[in-house]
């Protein structure tokens, strides 16, 4: 009787304590206001991912989460930044750094979005400034190997989607992305000039909407290129605006009659450098265009994205006049 009243004891002191434990590894927990971002370096020891939490206000105390750490014990850990927003128990917050659950930034870029597209995206999501993007893409150290008369960044951005950390500077975004043109460009396993293809390309991803069109536009520009014909490509006035702060959303005589480089309506031949960062079909398409003879080509009047391809001026004439009728319908 003497022994078995202590043992009662403890048993009813274990349970106590095995009740209050649980109870603080299932009882949500936030000592932050604002969301806060906790990053956790590469071979931080889970003692030292505690402290840091609980430095944080994400756990109560560093034990909630070296005890988290004891129940779950055989799982690893990952390090990173994690963003945390709302109450969580220790438990909660073990699962998600065992998951790598870290934050970033989720960064879309299209296929035929320019230098300007790519800097508002990056202010839009809260990465950094459009300035400081458009500072770093008008440095083309990045590509001189490659493109050694590249005015900028401008093509070898290559449009996909990227994932980065809080952490990334525009500097490094840039070498991101031209790092991923580069392997494009060897897969495609082609001699061709880099700077003609892709500034080519970049003409071809803007005007050309529909996929089996895109050869037949390069063919066409191609063909005027031969015989010394102006491109006359909007887009490029377009850019030219842009470059010089003042496009307005349409274009107007005055950029039309611009004596920029960039304006194709003034100045035969390419531009000095792409107008966009073009995709891998617009880059397929000018490596490999069709056979087509066509010089012009303009919208169909049925909202599709389509062209009609005519070979004369008188072609292209009936189909400018049928276009803008159905414009007017």
Request: charged share 25%; hydrophobic share 40%.
């Amino acid at each position: 009787m003497r022994i078995a009243r202590p043992l009662a004891l403890l048993a009813l002191l274990a349970a106590g304590v095995g009740s209050w434990l649980a109870y603080r590894l299932a009882s949500p927990y936030r000592g932050f206001s604002d969301a806060v971002f906790v990053d956790l370096p590469r071979g931080t020891s889970s003692g030292g991912m505690a402290r840091l939490l609980a430095a944080a206000g994400v756990v109560r105390s560093r034990w909630d989460f070296v005890l988290a750490r004891l129940v779950k014990r055989g799982r690893t850990l990952q390090a990173g930044e994690y963003r945390f927003e709302r109450a969580a128990t220790p438990l909660e917050v073990f699962d998600r750094i065992a998951r790598g659950d870290i934050f970033y930034y989720d960064l879309v870029v299209p296929e035929g979005k320019n230098m300007f597209d790519i800097a508002a995206a990056v202010e839009q999501i809260g990465l950094f400034s459009a300035k400081e993007f458009l500072a770093a893409a008008r440095d083309p150290s990045l590509i001189r190997d490659l493109d050694g008369t590249a005015p900028t960044l401008e093509g070898y951005l290559f449009p996909n989607s990227y994932r980065l950390a809080r952490s990334t500077t525009p500097q490094q975004l840039c070498r991101i992305m031209t790092g991923k043109f580069r392997d494009v460009w060897r897969g495609l396993h082609t001699g061709a000039a880099v700077h003609e293809t892709v500034t080519l390309a970049s003409l071809v991803e803007k005007e050309g909407k529909l996929p089996d069109e895109r050869p037949v536009i390069a063919a066409v520009f191609e063909n005027r290129l031969r015989i010394g014909m102006k491109l006359d490509c909007d887009p490029t006035t377009i850019y030219a605006a842009l470059l010089e702060s003042r496009y307005r959303g349409a274009i107007h005589r005055s950029d039309l009659d611009s004596d920029h480089p960039y304006n194709t309506y003034r100045h035969a031949g390419l531009p000095p450098g792409p107008i966009a960062n073009p995709g891998l079909a617009s880059l397929h398409a000018v490596l490999d265009p069709s056979d087509s003879e066509a010089l012009y080509f303009v919208l169909r009047p049925d909202g599709s994205g389509g062209h009609e391809f005519s070979k004369t001026i008188a072609a292209h004439d009936a189909a400018t006049a049928k276009y803008r009728r159905g414009l007017r319908r």
